[in-house]
C-alpha cells in the first residue's frame, strides 16, 4: 500500500475537474489536498507516480440523503458501528462524503441516531453532519414515514434543533407544518431547512424560502402530481432560481424523462443527485428489513413494503451514476457534477469539495469506461 504521506502523482487517466474533462495531465497530490494539474512530464521531483491507465477521474461523491447500507438501518441501530457500517458500504462506489439520515420515528429514537452520528464523526471524516427526515411532514405525503409520530413543529422541537460542532445539520419538513418564523429560527440556529413530504401552497413554499429554507428533498417524490391550476410543490421548486433541489438518481423512484425535464427547468446547477439509500444500498446480499415498524423487501433498484410502497433506494449514489449516464442517457459531466460539484455547493463546502483542481481536498473517484468505481480516495487517503 503506498504511503499516504508520501506526494503523489496519478497518471495515465482522463480528469474530469468539475467543470471539463481534460486529458494528459497529471494529478499531484501532497498533504491530502490536491496541488496541482501538470503535464506528465512536469511532474517534480519527490511524487510518487501511481498510472491509472484506462481510468476517468473525477471529484469523489457528496450523498446528502443516506437512510442506511449493508443492512444497517440508523434508525433501528443507533450506534457508532452502524454509522461507520453504513459509510464503509457507500464509500466502495464513490461517495467520499455523506450524511446519514433518519427518518421519522420518536423524539427519543431520532435523537438516539443524531447522537450516533455526531459520535462516528470524530471516528470518519467523511461524516460531513446528519439529515433529519421528519417528523414534521405532511400526511397524505408521507410514504414510508410512519404517520403515528407525524406531527408540526412544536416550540419544544424548535429549541431541540441545533448544529453542533461544525456539522452540517439538515432538516426536512413541509411548511404547512410550521408556524410563521419557525423556520427563520431554525435557520439562525445552523439547519439547513429542505422542504419534502408536502402539499405545501406556493404561497406557503415562497414564506419557507424567504424565511432560509435552502431546497427541496427529493424532487417529485411525495409530492402532488402537477396540476393545472394548482401546480405543486414540484413545480414551485424547479421555477425558484435559487433553491437546490435533490432528486433521486435511480432511474425508478423518478422516471428518466422526469429527470430530464427538471434539467431543463431548473436553473444550471441548481439540481444534484441523492442517493435515498436503504439498508439494502451496498450489501453483498441485500436482506428484508423493517422501515417504521413494516418489513420491507429489495428488488432491483428499489425496496417495497408489504403494501408495496417503495420504501427507498437500492442504488448508492455511485451506482446511480452509471443509471444516469448509460440508462437515462445524460451527459457524463452532467451527472459528475450532480454526484460531486453541486451537493458540494448545497451544503456551501464549493470551496472545499467537488473539483479536482488545486486547493481543493484530495477526494477522488476513478471510474472505469462503464462509470463503475474502481478506486476511491479521501482527502487523498486511499479508502477503497
Same mark, same amino acid.
Given at each position: ?12 487517466? =482522463?480528469?474530469?475537474? #468539475? ?24 511532474? $517534480? ?32 441501530? $443507533? ?103 419557525? =423556520? ?30 435552502? #431546497? ?9 402530481? =402537477? ?32 429527470? &430530464? ?5 431548473? &436553473? ?10 436503504? $439498508? ?21 433498484? =428499489? ?8 420504501? #427507498? ?34 451544503? #456551501?463546502?464549493? &470551496? ?33
Amino acid at each position: 500500500m503506498p504511503d499516504t504521506h508520501t506526494p503523489f502523482a496519478l497518471t495515465d487517466a =482522463i480528469l474530469f475537474t #468539475g467543470e471539463t474533462f481534460i486529458e494528459q495531465q497529471a494529478l499531484l497530490v501532497k498533504a491530502g489536498r490536491i496541488v496541482d494539474l501538470v503535464p506528465i512530464t512536469a511532474i $517534480p521531483e519527490g511524487y510518487q507516480r501511481q498510472s491509472y491507465p484506462h481510468a476517468i477521474l473525477a471529484p469523489g461523491f457528496i450523498d446528502t440523503q443516506v437512510n442506511g447500507g449493508d443492512n444497517v438501518l440508523l434508525n433501528e441501530t $443507533p450506534s457508532i458501528e452502524s454509522v461507520l457500517k453504513i459509510v464503509q458500504a457507500h464509500r466502495k462506489t464513490g461517495t467520499t462524503r455523506i450524511l446519514p439520515t433518519c427518518v421519522t420515528d420518536d423524539s427519543v429514537a431520532i435523537q438516539r441516531a443524531v447522537e450516533a452520528v455526531r459520535a462516528a464523526r470524530p471516528k470518519d471524516p467523511s461524516i460531513l453532519g446528519v439529515h433529519q427526515e421528519g417528523p414534521h411532514l405532511n400526511q397524505e405525503y408521507q410514504g414510508a414515514h410512519h404517520a403515528q409520530w407525524l406531527r408540526d413543529l412544536s416550540t419544544e422541537d424548535l429549541a431541540g434543533y441545533k448544529a453542533k460542532n461544525g456539522e452540517i445539520y439538515i432538516l426536512t419538513l413541509a411548511p404547512e407544518r410550521t408556524k410563521p418564523g419557525q =423556520i427563520r429560527q431554525l435557520v439562525q440556529q445552523g439547519i439547513t431547512v429542505c422542504i419534502g413530504h408536502t402539499d405545501a401552497t406556493q404561497e406557503q413554499v415562497k414564506a419557507a424560502l424567504a424565511e432560509g429554507a435552502r #431546497g427541496f428533498t427529493h424532487l417529485y417524490t411525495r409530492m402532488p402530481p =402537477i396540476r393545472t391550476r394548482a401546480p405543486g410543490v414540484a413545480v414551485y421548486a424547479m421555477n425558484d432560481a435559487d433553491s437546490y433541489c435533490g432528486i433521486i438518481g435511480d432511474g425508478t423512484h423518478v422516471d428518466p424523462e422526469l429527470v &430530464k425535464l427538471a434539467l431543463r427547468a431548473k &436553473k444550471k446547477d441548481r439540481l444534484y443527485f441523492v442517493s435515498d439509500a436503504s $439498508p439494502a444500498a451496498g450489501a453483498e446480499k441485500a436482506q428484508p428489513f423493517k422501515m417504521s415498524g413494516v418489513m420491507a423487501y429489495p428488488q432491483d433498484k =428499489i425496496c417495497v413494503n408489504e403494501s408495496g410502497t417503495i420504501v #427507498g433506494a437500492k442504488l448508492t449514489l455511485g451506482e446511480c451514476v452509471v443509471e444516469a449516464i448509460k440508462r437515462m442517457k445524460l451527459p457524463p459531466e452532467t451527472v459528475l457534477r450532480m454526484a460531486s460539484t453541486i451537493p458540494a455547493a448545497f451544503l #456551501g463546502l464549493d &470551496k472545499k469539495f467537488g473539483y479536482l483542481l488545486p486547493n481543493f481536498e484530495a477526494d477522488i473517484v476513478a471510474l472505469d469506461h462503464n462509470f463503475k468505481a474502481t478506486a476511491v480516495w479521501r482527502s487523498g487517503e486511499k479508502v477503497f
